[in-house]
């Protein structure tokens, strides 16, 4: 029969479903390197916070130096599902929760591009290699999956030539819930809203349900446990001035991220060569997701979903094809299935400066009470193993002041080292090896003594 699929089109649908949406998650979700960033450690210490106490904390109960400061926890929902799949099964937990996130974003690209797209593991490839340095055990993760069923929204509403039904906006309040990217998911429904009405013959009528769609939207961002502190702070973060000390915070760099260039340049020959078709205004919204990817790191991931899953109707030479249904339960359980058997598989963390387990553990007891001055990436696994530190991921909670001030301690200043400890009383020190500067000062200070060092850094005391 003409259009049928054939028998073995159907056996490389179903193998490229088990490789895009099982195989590659399963392999990324597995790999250690999750797990090399300091701040994985604070976001589950702060959602077993919330499960033990039962609320949301809203003044900062790990640091010293930041003790009773107000804090605007809006990841809690993240952290609650991190710090709970560590209670069930540790950190194998944790990476089992990665690899089902990663899943439902596979599976959402992987259905829609197989709709316009033959080869629909391209758009997944393309994605894995700009998100594969981003891919760390935080709550943007778990937002990434709410990225790309968002996107699936919008284009099936203007499919449809109308606006998503009004329950889906409660979307938006999950995801506010989740991760400050909720701002993103105003501003594409927004985009969608303003093509429809452009696309319209009558504006009048297409105005009105993306209108209300659109107010719903704002409606849900509000209905968080944060209150309008939640919905306003995603924007506090981004005026600080002490991201530009962070790396994911600062522009892109062919350097810093190779692949996020190369994987553009592709695209963009791609584009140029086979000239895809898209409304105009989907054009200026990767273009403006673009710029925003090129001026911080971080937004390269939003980018990268946006793209792989809005290009993929651009490149298609004929109609859309069904969803193939019976391959959706087929990928349900056996994602199931991978995600226990992860969960259940030990994982041994490596031992550096995100998670320096065995140089905590050689902390001498009377010392773990006592003001610390502690390396940046080490605050997060203080804070996991009951020691307040000096300062830890949390940029919003320190402030540009202490931050910048403990920026000039670790480049080796001895005068704001020796202001920080007449202020805050620091009797020890731990820190990883490249903070030679820092180091070498203790090093030459009579007032401070090695205590112990191994391949990841140095702890230090006070000798008086």
């Not at 963009?268 to 105009?280: C, S, V």
Request: hydrophobic share 55%.
């Amino acid at each position: 029969m003409p259009g049928a699929e054939r028998p073995h089109d159907r056996r490389g649908l179903i193998l490229a479903l088990a490789v895009a949406v099982l195989l590659i998650p399963v392999a990324l979700g597995s790999s250690k390197t999750i797990f090399n960033d300091g701040d994985v450690s604070w976001h589950i210490a702060t959602g077993q916070w919330i499960l033990d106490h039962r609320a949301i904390p809203h003044t900062d109960p790990f640091s010293y130096t930041r003790a009773g400061v107000p804090w605007v926890p809006i990841e809690w929902l993240a952290e609650v599902f991190l710090a709970g799949a560590y209670r069930l099964a540790g950190y194998s937990g944790v990476a089992a929760l990665v690899t089902a996130a990663l899943m439902a974003l596979h599976a959402l690209v992987f259905f829609n591009a197989s709709r316009w797209l033959r080869m629909a593991l391209l758009p997944i490839v393309a994605m894995d290699f700009v998100l594969i340095p981003m891919m760390l055990a935080r709550p943007h993760l778990l937002a990434w999956p709410l990225i790309a069923l968002w996107i699936w929204l919008m284009l099936r509403a203007r499919e449809r030539d109308r606006a998503p039904r009004l329950p889906w906006a409660l979307l938006m309040t999950v995801w506010a819930n989740l991760h400050g990217s909720f701002v993103f998911g105003l501003f594409i429904a927004a985009a969608f809203g303003f093509e429809a009405l452009v696309a319209s013959p009558d504006r009048k009528r297409a105005l009105r349900p993306w209108l209300v769609f659109g107010l719903a939207c704002v409606i849900a961002v509000c209905i968080n446990a944060n209150g309008i502190d939640g919905v306003i702070h995603p924007l506090r973060i981004a005026s600080l001035h002490n991201l530009q000390l962070i790396d994911e915070w600062k522009p892109s760099s062919p350097s810093v991220t190779p692949f996020f260039f190369g994987v553009l340049a592709v695209t963009l020959a791609l584009i140029g060569w086979k000239q895809p078709r898209l409304h105009p205004v989907r054009w200026l919204l990767l273009g403006a997701l673009l710029a925003l990817a090129l001026f911080q790191v971080r937004q390269q991931a939003v980018l990268a979903i946006v793209a792989a899953m809005v290009l993929p109707l651009g490149f298609a030479r004929s109609a859309a094809k069904a969803t193939d249904v019976p391959a959706i339960p087929l990928a349900v359980a056996g994602g199931a299935v991978l995600v226990l058997i992860r969960a259940l598989m030990p994982i041994t963390l490596p031992e550096n400066e995100s998670n320096p387990w065995k140089l905590i553990g050689a902390v001498p007891p009377e010392l773990r009470s006592q003001p610390v001055l502690n390396g940046y990436s080490m605050g997060g696994p203080l804070i996991l193993a009951g020691i307040r530190p000096y300062v830890d991921g949390r940029g919003d909670v320190y402030g540009d002041a202490l931050v910048f001030d403990y920026s000039r301690i670790v480049d080796g200043d001895p005068q704001a080292l020796a202001a920080a400890e007449r202020r805050w009383n620091i009797r020890w020190a731990i820190l990883p090896n490249r903070d030679k500067e820092l180091i070498g000062l203790l090093d030459r200070s009579p007032d401070w003594r090695l205590v112990t060092r191994d391949e990841v850094g140095v702890i230090y005391a006070r000798t008086d």
